[in-house]
């Protein structure tokens, strides 16, 4: 099972799948699809069944029951895309046997150094075999990790009928880091009753609550004019820009929030004199705590507007996600179960809310109730990024243990 992870994963992180919020195409880039095609002659290889990849990039696969009994059909998911924060292009992935628990040189000639005593969790690998990037790219874990892990669960099935399970269907999708990923995903055709996806973190978690979320994009008009002769004709649209994000309250920002607490994210900021673009992200896990910010937001432009001019700037509000809680508390079952699969392999679950949004996210409120667990990555989206195979193995083996327990549990 480890050499099967180590060199699916180290395939996958290869190709290029990093999303683009400004195409609207789904996918939203041709790397996707690239990857996508190659997890479905993989899929064939390996003895899955039904399998099938639509003209948005969406595969999906089926692992037939081996029982007599009435399971519901599980699924399992993971998505393709990479994020945009960092480069995801030309990754070189390290690998690290038994880790010693010092400073790892990911980049000698950079000097880029992964060290515990930036990262304290990197203490608790010590003996592990890990994978990080080179220091130039990010690593790609987040979510090819969990591909890694579903196809190595189904493949061990395959070869192990002595393990019984229901139904299985797995989906491979795109665009989950812009916010997509459900979009186009066809959730009768999926025909599970239950999902999950394979998209947290270090071991052990465990989650079924997530932000609520929106996006904001405001567009700033200013009128540039010679700076000699600008005195009661110049409208500078970037200090408008630095004048809003100025009224915003500067601890509700992710480097100042953790738990429960929501924030203001700013992710970009360009422009100049005569046109400013400024791109946040809102988040929170209580509803009307998220209303309220957008409301606030809705409201400062429309005091600038009113002090700048109606024309003089646009904001674009849009939901993208709510707290899948609301929908997988009636069917809290699905959680149990993982929880157990996990205390099975001596695993201690890790219940928490996630910080952010997974496709499970949407695709519970789409009639598909999906919490979340680890992929056993850590520093996701940076050139920090690195993974253990040792909990890539752990998290392999809830997915078989999920399955065997569904069966199990039937009547």
């Given at each position: 099972m480890k050499n099967d992870i180590i060199d699916r994963f180290t395939s996958y992180v290869k190709v290029d799948t990093q999303s683009n919020e400004e195409n609207s195409s789904c996918p939203s880039t041709p790397g996707q699809l690239t990857l996508a095609?190659?997890?479905?002659?993989?899929?064939?290889?390996?003895?899955?069944?039904?399998?099938?990849?639509?003209?948005n990039g969406y595969v999906m696969a089926t692992l037939p029951s081996n029982t007599d009994?009435?399971?519901?059909?599980?699924?399992?998911?993971?998505?393709?895309?990479?994020?945009?924060?960092?480069?995801?292009?030309n990754v070189k992935p390290q690998l690290v046997e038994n880790y010693d628990g010092n400073d790892l040189t990911l980049h000698e000639e950079l000097d880029i150094i992964l060290s515990p005593n930036e990262f304290p969790s990197l203490k608790n690998y010590e003996g592990h075999t890990l994978i990080t990037t080179d220091g130039t790219t990010l690593l790609g874990a987040d979510n090819k990790a969990g591909i890694a892990e579903i196809m190595t669960a189904m493949n061990?099935?395959?070869?192990?009928?002595?393990?019984?399970?229901?139904?299985?269907?797995?989906?491979?999708?795109?665009?989950?880091?812009?916010?997509?990923?459900?979009?186009?995903?066809?959730?009768?055709?999926?025909?599970?009753?239950?999902?999950?996806?394979?998209?947290?973190?270090?071991?052990?978690?465990?989650?079924?609550?997530?932000?609520?979320?929106?996006?904001?994009k405001i567009k700033i008009k200013g009128t540039n004019i010679h700076p000699g002769t600008a005195k009661g004709k110049m409208v500078n649209a970037a200090k408008?820009?630095?004048?809003?994000?100025?009224?915003?309250?500067?601890?509700?920002?992710?480097?100042?929030?953790?738990?429960?607490?929501?924030?203001?994210?700013?992710?970009?900021f360009h422009g100049d004199v005569e046109e400013t673009k400024l791109s946040y992200i809102i988040r929170d896990f209580e509803r009307q705590k998220f209303n309220d910010r957008k409301e606030f937001i809705t409201h400062l432009i429309e005091e600038l507007k009113e002090k700048y001019g109606q024309k003089s700037i646009e904001l674009e509000l849009q939901d993208q996600y709510f707290n899948m809680k609301e929908k997988i508390e009636p069917v809290?079952?699905?959680?149990?179960?993982?929880?157990?699969?996990?205390?099975?392999?001596?695993?201690?679950?890790?219940?928490?809310p996630i910080r952010g949004g997974t496709d499970g996210s949407q695709l519970s409120y789409m009639g598909l109730p999906t919490p979340n667990i680890f992929t056993g990555g850590e520093n996701f989206h940076g050139k920090y990024e690195f993974i253990s195979v040792d909990n890539m193995m752990l998290a392999t083996k809830v997915i078989v243990g999920i399955a065997s327990l569904f069966e199990e549990k039937a009547k």
């Open positions: 095609n190659i997890l479905v002659k993989e899929l064939q290889s390996i003895g899955m069944e039904e399998v099938t990849i639509d003209g009994k009435e399971v519901p059909t599980i699924g399992f998911l993971a998505h393709i895309d990479t994020a945009t924060d960092f480069t995801g292009k061990h099935l395959i070869q192990h009928q002595e393990i019984k399970h229901g139904k299985i269907r797995v989906a491979f999708t795109p665009d989950e880091e812009i916010g997509r990923g459900p979009h186009k995903f066809d959730v009768d055709a999926f025909g599970a009753q239950f999902a999950y996806t394979v998209d947290g973190g270090p071991l052990g978690e465990l989650e079924y609550e997530s932000f609520n979320a929106a996006s904001a408008i820009a630095m004048e809003f994000h100025n009224l915003l309250p500067a601890a509700e920002a992710p480097e100042h929030t953790e738990g429960y607490e929501g924030f203001y994210h700013l992710l970009s809290k079952e699905i959680v149990d179960i993982a929880h157990e699969a996990m205390e099975k392999l001596g695993i201690q679950p890790k219940i928490s």
